[in-house]
């Protein structure tokens, strides 16, 4: 009966590779990602993540930007949204990139410490056994013993680590030694705090984001402000902040000094912002001055102060048509362009019998054009204030219960005020004047002007430790890049007559220029220390029958075997 079993053939060159298993496949994965190569990838890749997030605006940084930009770009702008662009920083793929970075950091790092580890306990590597074939050597003869070149070249190398290796004869007197040396430990240890710092930077800018918080708000002088979270414009935190732990601060803005230049070609640039009140920092405290200005935060309780914006807030008086005042307060108009046409919104819900709404422009020095009495703002100091103002009545749409931008007028259930001529009612009012709205409807007055300071609030814990990390890391990165490992063997050997033969040579484990010079300076010194016959050494019974040259003559080669 035949057999028919078969034999197991052997694969061939083109035959397809085993399958891998999870575990090996988890493995391979795991090398890949932990690799220098895959590291310094995703660094490039966060860095062109980052970059959306410097042309796009964020929604941390300025909300209104983020609506601006939505108004300008009805199209692109839900496009943008959904793929994150306006909270790049928080967003899955920049924080999936931000992960791998540092795992993949610290899986290059583990290893390289024990590895370095080992290498600070190892010993300088024995001598070759050619010095002729590496990239620089240099030979000359003594008369001085074998352990007096040794020392010689044990003094000569200086804080190198050394090791000492010596053969003696059968009457114990040493005829061959040899000192090896290996110097550069530092390149790898600056190399690792390089690598150390980039993760401490990582976690540092981590922390900041995930225990912080970053608020603005616009307060206008004569009132104040209380670090609440219904205090803010604006306000965001990190996921493992707690706003029931925000400082319990409060501050008023007494006074605000702008400073614009007012001649010359760079008439109407601003010059110096100053902004003076008190800060409570706990209920019961006594308030104390301060002094806020441009790059010169305020520091309380942990958190930071900064003057990010101001503004002018004319104090607007409304009455209804019953004769009441219905709102009397300064309402901020926010800035448009460099001379400080600015936009603002009134709104008046409590006006009878039907509910009020303004909008309209400030200009802080008001100069007519001449086209159509429509007037322009020629410098943001408040030379000529002139208020602007479109009058509606209505509904505000307030009593739906849905959120409102103050800086925003709904016009869908509102109807505007017209004039005699039947055109929108344009009112124009400087400091002081007021007017009256058609049909009995009220009167709308300017009563002053004050200005608004725009604060911004943040804390961010650790934030000295991406500085510390950064700073440690240039330093780590200049010893990797100045220091130069190096490794030096002294090989000295007594021939029958007497006479010592030292041979020295280098091998630099990175690429340098000057290995024959050191080579050449090392002989100097051990001439100078032990002397030398004076007379040609041949060795062309030791190095393949090639004669070396004279004494001192240095040998090199572009083998580094």
């Known amino acids: 009966m035949a057999d028919d079993r078969r034999a197991p053939t052997k694969k061939g060159r083109g035959g397809a590779a085993p399958a891998l298993s999870f575990v090996e496949t988890a493995r391979w994965a795991w090398r890949q990602l932990t690799s220098m190569r895959t590291a310094l990838f995703l660094l490039l890749l966060l860095a062109l993540a980052a970059v959306p997030g410097s042309i796009v605006p964020q929604r941390s940084v300025d909300a209104r930007a983020v609506q601006a930009y939505f108004e300008r770009h009805p199209d692109l702008a839900p496009v943008l949204d959904t793929l ?21 950091l610290v899986g290059c790092i583990i290893p390289r410490v024990g590895v370095y580890a080992s290498a600070l306990r190892a010993r300088p590597p024995r001598a070759p056994k050619n010095f002729s074939r590496l990239p620089a050597s240099a030979t000359y003869e003594t008369t001085a013993d074998v352990e007096t070149v040794l020392a010689a070249a044990r003094g000569a190398l200086g804080r190198a680590r050394k090791d000492t290796v010596t053969d003696a004869d ?18 790898e240890l600056g190399n690792l705090v390089f690598h150390v710092s980039l993760v401490v930077v990582l976690v540092g800018v981590a922390s900041m984001s995930l225990l912080g918080y970053r ?66 920092d706990r209920p019961g405290d006594e308030p104390r001055p301060y002094e806020l200005k441009v790059n010169h935060p305020l520091r309380v309780d942990g958190a930071s102060v ?49 509910q009020l709404g303004f909008q309209g422009f400030f200009l802080p020095t008001a100069v007519s054009t001449g086209d159509d009495d429509i007037p ?35 016009k869908d259930n509102l109807t505007q005020f017209t004039g005699d001529d039947g055109e929108p009612l344009r009112i124009m009012l400087g400091p002081g004047q007021s007017v009256s709205l058609p049909d009995g ?15 911004q609030f943040s804390a961010q814990p650790g934030v000295m430790v991406p500085l510390w990390g950064v700073s440690v890391g240039v330093m780590g990165l200049i010893l990797s890049l100045t220091i130069r490992p190096r490794r030096t063997w002294v090989r000295a050997r007594r021939r029958e007559d007497g006479v010592t ?26 001439v100078e220390r032990t002397g030398h016959t004076g007379k040609d050494y041949d060795a062309a019974s030791e190095t393949d029958d090639a004669a070396v040259g004279a004494t001192g003559s240095r040998r090199t080669s572009e083998d580094e075997g």
């Open 306 to 354: 900064y003057l990010v914006g101001q503004g002018y807030a004319p104090v607007i008086r409304v009455k209804d048509g019953n004769g009441r005042v219905v709102f009397e307060d300064a309402v901020p108009f926010l800035p448009s362009d460099p001379s400080y046409t600015s936009n603002g919104v009134v709104k008046v819900a409590d006006a009878r019998p039907q």
């Open 376 to 410: 322009v703002s020629a410098h943001p100091a408040a030379a000529n204030p002139l208020l602007g103002l479109f009058a509606y009545y209505g509904d505000l749409g307030l009593d739906d219960g849905e959120t409102q931008s103050v800086y925003i007028l709904d």
């Open 215 to 280: 608020g603005n708000a616009i307060v206008t002088e004569g009132s104040g402000f209380s670090n609440t979270l219904t205090q803010f414009d604006e306000f965001t935190s990190g996921g493992l902040f707690d706003t029931d732990d925000l400082p319990p601060f409060s501050l008023t803005l007494d006074d605000f000094d702008a400073t614009f230049e007012t001649d010359g070609p760079q008439r109407g640039a601003p010059r110096d912002f100053v902004a003076t009140g008190t800060v409570t």
């Open 170 to 187: 059968a009457s114990g007197d040493v005829v061959e030694g040899e000192v090896r040396a290996e110097t550069g430990y530092l390149r």
């Open 441 to 455: 409807a009220g009167t709308v007055e300017f009563v002053e002007l004050r200005q608004f300071v725009r604060f």
């Open 501 to 526: 033969v030292v041979e020295v040579a280098a091998l630099d484990r990175v690429p340098r220029s000057d290995v024959a010079q050191s080579v050449d300076d090392l002989t100097e010194r051990l």
């Open 84 to 104: 994150g662009a306006f909270h790049v920083y928080t967003s899955v793929w920049f924080s999936a990139i931000y992960i791998l970075l540092m795992v993949s």
